[in-house]
């Protein structure tokens, strides 16, 4: 069973920092592939950041590149989002999750497919004010 806790959300101005963890149990991040994505309100959930399991590769949406990044600590088995330079359009709900393949490595456009991600977080919610 694998269990995936988000938090570190909060309200933040423009131009703030916050960092989101995700903590996970039942499935090892040096394994799997993993993954931030958002919700904001009214529109689709959305790809921002995907680390390859081997650690060697991230990616991210390129709204976000430049001011966000992937990070994992494998003692524990945590990965964490540093947000900087937040925007108004941050403002979403944020998930972790989990790809479903061992040891996979895939292009851009695999971490970015909602559907490959097997197991989410329950989301923590990202606010940020002009």
């Known amino acids: 069973q694998v269990e995936l806790v988000d938090s570190g959300g909060g309200l933040v101005q423009a131009g703030g920092s916050l960092r989101l963890s995700c903590a996970a149990s039942g499935r090892t991040f040096s394994t799997y592939n993993m993954g931030w994505l958002r919700q904001a309100p009214g529109k689709e959930r959305e790809f921002v950041a995907a680390r390859v399991w081997s650690g060697s590769t991230t990616y991210y949406a390129d709204s976000v590149k430049g001011r966000f990044t992937i990070s994992t600590d494998n003692t524990k088995n945590t990965v964490y989002l540093e947000m900087n330079s937040l925007k108004p359009e941050d403002t979403a709900v944020y998930y972790c999750?989990?790809?479903?393949?061992?040891?996979?490595?895939?292009?851009?456009?695999?971490?970015?497919?909602?559907?490959?991600?097997?197991?989410w977080g329950q989301g923590t919610q990202v606010t940020v004010s002009s």
């Open positions: 999750a989990v790809s479903g393949r061992k040891f996979y490595t895939g292009t851009y456009a695999y971490y970015t497919r909602l559907t490959e991600y097997n197991y």
